[in-house]
């Protein structure tokens, strides 16, 4: 299902990175796991093709978790509304 789709692009993700960049290290990995969101990974595979460097990579990288952490924290936030039928 889509966990196994999210793992296989997580995976595929580092495999193209290690075959550009040979030694690539733990935490675009880890970074990887906690993103969720799939146009975002399939967004950061490409880019794991055409990227220039690692370090670039990386820079994309945390603005992705930037943003899914952002978009995770709006989701849990109960809005004004939602709060005035508790």
């Given at each position: 299902?889509?966990?196994?789709t999210?793992?296989?692009?997580?995976?595929t993700?580092?495999?193209?990175?290690?075959m550009?960049?040979?030694e690539?290290?733990?935490?675009?990995?880890?970074?990887l796991n906690?993103?969720?969101?799939?146009?975002?990974?399939?967004?950061?595979?490409?880019?794991?093709?055409?990227?220039?460097?690692l370090?670039?990579f990386?820079?994309?990288?945390?603005?992705?978790l930037?943003?899914?952490?952002?978009?995770?924290?709006?989701?849990?936030?109960?809005?004004?509304?939602s709060?005035?039928?508790?």
């Amino acid at each position: 299902g889509l966990q196994q789709t999210r793992q296989s692009l997580r995976e595929t993700i580092i495999e193209v990175l290690e075959m550009r960049f040979v030694e690539v290290p733990r935490e675009p990995s880890e970074i990887l796991n906690k993103i969720e969101d799939i146009l975002v990974l399939r967004y950061l595979l490409k880019q794991s093709i055409v990227i220039k460097s690692l370090k670039e990579f990386q820079q994309v990288l945390a603005q992705a978790l930037v943003r899914e952490e952002t978009k995770a924290e709006t989701e849990e936030t109960p809005t004004d509304e939602s709060q005035e039928f508790n």
